[in-house]
Structure formats: C-alpha cells, structure tokens
C-alpha cells in the first residue's frame, strides 16, 4: 500500500490496543478483507475523543485507514452494532481467541474464513451472559481448527496417517505433530479415541469425553505451533479457576 492508497468500509475486530504518545493509540485490528495490521488512531486518549466510544474489543467496526509501511493511519471507524459484549468466561475466552491471533497470525494476510469463525465464536460467548456458564466449546474448536487450517496446519483428523484406513472409534491414537493420528502401540503418552478425532472431523462436541479430549488435542497443537510462548489469557483463567 502507498501513501496515497485508501482503504473504506473494512469490517474489522479490534484485537489489542497501546499508548502511541500522550494522545493517540495504535491498535492491532483483524480486517476481513485485509488480515491483521496496525493502525494508528491520532487523538483517541483524548477524553473528548469521538473514537473512545466506538473502538471497543469484541464488536463488529467498520473501519477507513490510508498510509504506507507497517503502520497505517486509522481515517474512520463506525461501530455496527448486533452483537452483546461477552462477560464472565466468555470475556476471557474471547481475550484467548484475540491473543491466538495476534501470535499467529502474519500481518497483511487476508483470511476471511478465519474472520468469520471468529465472528461465528464471538456471537456464542456474547450470548454466554452468567459470569459461571460455560463457552460453547463446538465454536471454540471451530475457530482454533480454522485458524490452523488457515496458517497451512490442517487437522487430519478421520485416516489413520500410517496405514491410510479410516479412524476407528474404539480404537486409542497417539496424535503425531504435522502428520497426523497413527494408531497406539502402548498406553504411554497422549492418547485420543477415534471417536474423539471422528467427531471433531464432524464438529460434534455432545460426547462429554470428545469435548475433554478435544480441548487436550488443541492444546497439545497449539502449543506446539506457538513455539514455547505463553498465553496471558490462559494463565489467568487458570488463576481464576483456582480461585
């Protein structure tokens, strides 16, 4: 993009937001048509500011930003509407989905599938609105599948990755990094029925054990795919677990 170019009417999510002098913020947002970038509001810490009411996390904006380089200039922001803010666990579990992206997910990489899955997650916690009911797990998983289809990681999740033959349900899986699910020799490490991987394949999350394993799986790839980094957001709803 040149200095010259614009961009109107993106629908975007804010992702995170930082101090940019004693005035302005730059915000981390994850366009539809555009992926993730960095835009810098002029004048948003103002407390006077017309932005301050309308940059909020978890709502759907539309956005107008113009600029070269890595960090563009934010020109317009409307706030769309529809959605309620999620609270309780599902405010952290949105502040989970936001932190996946922004460690994972490259700038200026247009993902619009990926977009909507996190419109489709943020619509389920929204609707999550006692502080001690639990997230919908199926839009969760979801979301972390499509992101690590998206990334080029894609779950093989109904062949076995040694033998070629389909999954079987009572049959133990060891999961194999980038390879995908190979058939238990021993009861030692990780294990996954096939029923787990079979449903997963089909986003059926109503098996209590599919839900347990499934969440262990994702973990499991996620935190391979992180290379070591640490999530903010899980180690403060394990705090609050503990709690």
């Known amino acids: 993009m040149t200095a010259r170019q614009r961009i109107d009417g993106a629908r975007a999510f804010l992702l995170h937001a930082h101090p940019y002098s004693e005035t302005s913020l730059i915000f981390d947002v994850f366009a539809r048509d555009h992926g993730r970038l960095a835009l810098l509001a002029r004048g948003a810490r103002r407390p006077r500011s017309a932005l301050r009411g309308v940059l909020l996390a978890f709502q759907p904006l539309e956005l107008g930003w113009h600029g070269g380089g890595e960090v563009k200039t934010l020109a317009k ?9 999620p609270t309780g666990r599902g405010l952290l579990v949105g502040y989970y989905l936001n932190e996946l992206l922004l460690k994972l997910l490259p700038r200026e990489d247009a993902h619009a599938t990926l977009f909507d899955a996190y419109a489709e997650a943020l619509t389920s916690l ?7 009911a639990l997230p919908d797990a199926a839009a969760l998983r979801r979301f972390e599948k499509a992101l690590l289809r998206e990334l080029g990681y894609g779950l093989s999740l109904e062949l076995d990755a040694a033998s070629g033959e389909p999954l079987l349900p009572d049959l133990r899986y060891v999961y194999q990094l980038e390879r995908g699910p190979v058939l238990a020799e021993s009861h030692e490490g990780m294990l996954y029925r096939g029923k787990t991987l079979l449903d997963m394949a089909a986003d059926d999350y109503r098996d209590p054990r599919t839900a347990t394993e499934s969440k262990q799986l994702m973990r499991q790839l996620l935190g391979h795919y992180l ?7 899980r180690r403060v709803f394990m705090e609050l677990q503990e709690l």
């Open 77 to 85: 922001a409307e706030w769309l509407g529809g959605m309620p803010l």
């Open 227 to 233: 290379g070591g980094q640490a999530l903010q957001s």
């Open 126 to 132: 929204s609707s999550t609105l006692a502080s001690t």
